[in-house]
């Protein structure tokens, strides 16, 4: 048995980890996976490839080793911090990118092969039930630290939306559950396993995508969408280029919601001609075996 080692911050939502596990466990059933957040210290030797996700890893330890741009920095600074990490981090054996914009941003020129890899989804969202008496008429779910517009949207529902249910799955930063947690008409759910997520995504009707207009925010992927997709949710989303890129390229009619959130109601969303796109091919199996980042083995 071969061992690989996926380096991470534990803070960190990863839920490509578990697809690749499920899709080594299935291709290369003689790899044996662990996770650094599993085992704390650790010796580089005692494993064939060491998986990083960027990060730093200024040492460039291992047999084999993998360096993984799964996004690119956050604001204040961000092309800074990237030009740094490009700067200090070691030459490894391979790289994997989350997509093109993120390696262009990155600019490495040093022959290191590189790899595409956007995010998947798992089958699980695409069994959820089509036909669904909703609990909530919209959730939200997925990372909430994306500055003021989060809480400004929560506003606009406590103060303009009271008649419509929102579920917020995840983990809030403590100011905005403190400013909201009393609002009758929103539900904080907390984080939960990834395998609960299409569950819970089955008890809304609307899928609510809240991304700020921002770089590096505006050109990554919002795996929440694609999973609102799956589950057959109608998505109701801030409009801003992924967005757009993403209803071209995918089909579908999504509702894109004005900067002040003015042209949010229930009428509004009844009127509108929803259509689902088609993300059927960006299953985790699919992403990952088009994207050849395991090739090596």
């Given at each position: 048995m071969s061992k690989l080692l996926f380096v991470r911050q534990p803070q960190s939502y990863l839920p490509e980890i578990q697809a690749y596990k499920d899709y080594l466990s299935k291709h290369h059933p003689n790899i044996e996976v662990f996770e650094s957040t599993d085992i704390g210290a650790y010796n580089e030797s005692d494993y064939d490839i060491i998986w990083h996700f960027m990060g730093k890893d200024v040492r460039g330890k291992g047999n084999y080793v993998v360096h993984e741009y799964n996004s690119l920095s956050m604001q204040p600074?961000?092309?800074?911090?990237?030009?740094?990490?490009?700067?200090?981090?070691?030459?490894?054996?391979?790289?994997?990118?989350?997509?093109?914009?993120?390696?262009t941003k990155f600019g490495f020129s040093d022959g290191v092969p590189s790899y595409l890899r956007d995010m998947g989804i798992d089958e699980r969202f695409f069994e959820c039930p089509t036909q669904r008496d909703p609990g909530f008429d919209f959730i939200l779910a997925g990372g909430l630290s994306r500055g003021p517009l989060i809480k400004t949207a929560l506003e606009y529902f406590d103060q303009n939306?009271?008649?419509a249910s929102l579920l917020i799955v995840g983990d809030p930063p403590s100011d905005l559950r403190q400013s909201f947690e009393g609002s009758k008409n929103i539900s904080f759910y907390g984080r939960v396993p990834y395998s609960d997520i299409p569950r819970l995504l089955s008890q809304a009707r609307y899928g609510l995508n809240i991304m700020p207009d921002l770089y590096p925010f505006n050109r990554q992927t919002a795996t929440k969408v694609q999973e609102y997709a799956a589950a057959q949710l109608k998505i109701v989303t801030t409009d801003y280029q992924w967005i757009q890129e993403f209803e071209t390229s995918h089909g579908g009619n999504v509702f894109k919601l004005a900067p002040d959130f003015s042209n949010l109601s229930m009428e509004a969303l009844e009127q509108h001609q929803f259509s689902m796109p088609d993300?059927?091919?960006?299953?985790?199996?699919?992403i990952i075996e088009d994207?050849?980042?395991?090739?090596f083995l």
């Amino acid at each position: 048995m071969s061992k690989l080692l996926f380096v991470r911050q534990p803070q960190s939502y990863l839920p490509e980890i578990q697809a690749y596990k499920d899709y080594l466990s299935k291709h290369h059933p003689n790899i044996e996976v662990f996770e650094s957040t599993d085992i704390g210290a650790y010796n580089e030797s005692d494993y064939d490839i060491i998986w990083h996700f960027m990060g730093k890893d200024v040492r460039g330890k291992g047999n084999y080793v993998v360096h993984e741009y799964n996004s690119l920095s956050m604001q204040p600074l961000a092309t800074l911090k990237d030009l740094v990490k490009k700067a200090i981090n070691a030459k490894p054996d391979q790289r994997v990118f989350l997509n093109q914009f993120v390696q262009t941003k990155f600019g490495f020129s040093d022959g290191v092969p590189s790899y595409l890899r956007d995010m998947g989804i798992d089958e699980r969202f695409f069994e959820c039930p089509t036909q669904r008496d909703p609990g909530f008429d919209f959730i939200l779910a997925g990372g909430l630290s994306r500055g003021p517009l989060i809480k400004t949207a929560l506003e606009y529902f406590d103060q303009n939306m009271r008649g419509a249910s929102l579920l917020i799955v995840g983990d809030p930063p403590s100011d905005l559950r403190q400013s909201f947690e009393g609002s009758k008409n929103i539900s904080f759910y907390g984080r939960v396993p990834y395998s609960d997520i299409p569950r819970l995504l089955s008890q809304a009707r609307y899928g609510l995508n809240i991304m700020p207009d921002l770089y590096p925010f505006n050109r990554q992927t919002a795996t929440k969408v694609q999973e609102y997709a799956a589950a057959q949710l109608k998505i109701v989303t801030t409009d801003y280029q992924w967005i757009q890129e993403f209803e071209t390229s995918h089909g579908g009619n999504v509702f894109k919601l004005a900067p002040d959130f003015s042209n949010l109601s229930m009428e509004a969303l009844e009127q509108h001609q929803f259509s689902m796109p088609d993300v059927r091919h960006l299953t985790w199996e699919q992403i990952i075996e088009d994207s050849g980042i395991f090739s090596f083995l």
